[in-house]
């Protein structure tokens, strides 16, 4: 509005002094030295309100009104006002000048303020996603600290495979399918042992691994692929499963590896390196525990077996026995026992040496073991004295069952196996008939063992 008002008041100003000078009316002179001063006051103003461009032009048109007005013959009375203008106009173009000299610096700070800000406002960006990445790091080891603390309470191979395939699958993501395989020594084989995927997933056909799994089975390194298609290693169609990411880790054992774990995505390029990193300490966690697991079978084995023939100690066998009368009795149901021994057998230690005695005891145990059905119990009661429990099987049958081991040892014996013929004596006894107790079950089956031994050994005693 300002701006308006001092153009108009210019050209106002302007159009009386060309006016007068055109028409040469009879004007004072201070009349005119006057609207020249005005003029010159707003041609100088105009400096502070309008650019250089504007200024310039407004400066230039008042000069010219005032050298004409001074050429008109009015040079005594107006040649101050022409050095005023003169003065003024240069005065204020200086000061535009410094004005927008003062300007482009400013300008220039807040340029630079601004890059400022926003070179600070990236620093805080990246110091805010590393403190997020900081943050996912811590936990990540917090849960990998939790698994380790639940891995060593674990001591079932089934239920550490279990476990570890749900929290990679939970705490990885990204993924529609987590597999675990073993290495099926018998088989030479991958063997598929646990897996979970999404609810939409395609089912898992590839029970025994695909080219990803034996890469990673022969390399025992970790593998990433994050585009099936573009990766150089591996020829890859989607026949089973829409795949297009994996990421797997081995499980090694003893420095072999023993299997591995894999997660599936549909989607190219989502696993990160930190995912492999994860997945395979989640891995060295898991052989840690498998290896514990396998220690404490095979502690719990030999707490339970007796390490020549493998059969069961004393006391896990009446342990047995007394679960099955108990199921028995309330099932109405018979149960019988055996009591077996080899004959002469301090003799044949004796003659033959303690060497060959164990491989005698280990010929009787494996007999026993193909004769007794599957749901029986065979042990080594003690020294050469064996002891089978034989669920349902009334005094009859296990009369025949007792007779086909003490057939199966003497033709054992004849087949080479031993140095002399090797013979059992056998005494049976059944419950509810003989006895009522495991105890007395056992003493009976006993003194019917001796019995046979009385009657010339290799019998088999039932009453």
């Not at 707003?42 to 005032?66: E, P, Q």
């Not at 390490?307 to 047995?320: A, C, H, K, N, V």
Request: proline content about 3%; charged content about 20%.
């Amino acid at each position: 509005m300002l701006r308006w008002i001092v153009a108009v008041t210019g050209a106002v100003l302007s159009a009386a002094i060309a006016f007068h000078i055109l028409h040469r009316t009879p004007i004072r002179a201070d009349m005119l030295h006057v609207l020249c001063l005005m003029l010159t006051a707003v041609t100088a103003y105009s400096w502070m309100l309008f650019g250089r461009t504007g200024s310039l032009l407004a400066g230039a048109a008042g000069l010219m009104l005032v050298v004409w007005a001074w050429g008109a013959g009015q040079a005594a009375a107006l040649t101050g006002d022409l050095l005023a203008l003169v003065a003024l106009s240069a005065a204020a173009a200086w000061q535009q000048h410094r004005r927008g000299a003062r300007f482009t610096r400013m300008a220039q700070v807040i340029e630079d303020l601004d890059e400022e800000a926003t070179v600070k406002e990236q620093a805080i960006d990246f110091a805010e996603q590393t403190r997020e990445a900081l943050q996912r790091k811590h936990d990540r080891y917090a849960q990998l600290q939790s698994i380790a603390a639940s891995l060593s309470n674990m001591t079932d191979l089934a239920a550490i495979g279990d476990f570890i395939v749900e929290r990679a699958f939970t705490l990885i993501g990204k993924s529609d399918a987590c597999l675990l395989f073993l290495v099926d020594r018998q088989q030479q084989q991958l063997s598929l042992s646990a897996s979970k995927r999404r609810g939409a997933a395609a089912p898992i056909r590839a029970k025994h691994g695909d080219q990803f799994d034996r890469h990673v089975l022969r390399s025992q390194r970790p593998l990433l692929v994050n585009d099936v298609r573009r990766d150089f290693r591996f020829t890859w169609t989607a026949q089973e499963r829409p795949v297009q990411a994996v990421i797997a880790a081995p499980l090694v054992v003893h420095q072999h590896a023993d299997g591995l774990l894999r997660l599936d995505a549909p989607t190219a390029n989502v696993y990160t390196q930190d995912d492999l990193r994860f997945l395979d300490i989640l891995l060295h966690l898991a052989g840690t525990a498998v290896t514990n697991a396998r220690l404490f079978a095979q502690t719990q084995q030999l707490a339970l077996t007796d390490g020549l023939t493998g059969l069961l100690l004393r006391r896990p066998f009446l342990e047995q026995l007394t679960r099955e009368l108990t199921r028995a009795g309330r099932g109405r149901e018979p149960a019988s026992v055996l009591m077996l021994d080899v004959d002469h057998f301090k003799s044949y230690n004796d003659t033959f040496g303690h060497t060959a005695g164990d491989v005698v005891l280990k010929t009787v145990a494996e007999v026993m073991r193909a004769s007794v059905p599957p749901d029986g119990a065979c042990a080594r009661y003690g020294g050469e004295e064996f002891a089978v429990l034989l669920p349902r099987s009334s005094r009859t049958q296990a009369a025949d069952t007792a007779e086909a081991i003490r057939q199966a040892v003497e033709q054992a014996s004849k087949g080479g196996r031993s140095q002399r013929p090797v013979t059992v004596s056998i005494g049976v006894a059944s419950f509810p008939d003989d006895a009522q107790s495991e105890l007395e079950l056992i003493r009976v089956a006993d003194g019917r063992l001796y019995q046979a031994k009385r009657g010339g050994r290799n019998l088999v005693c039932s009453t």
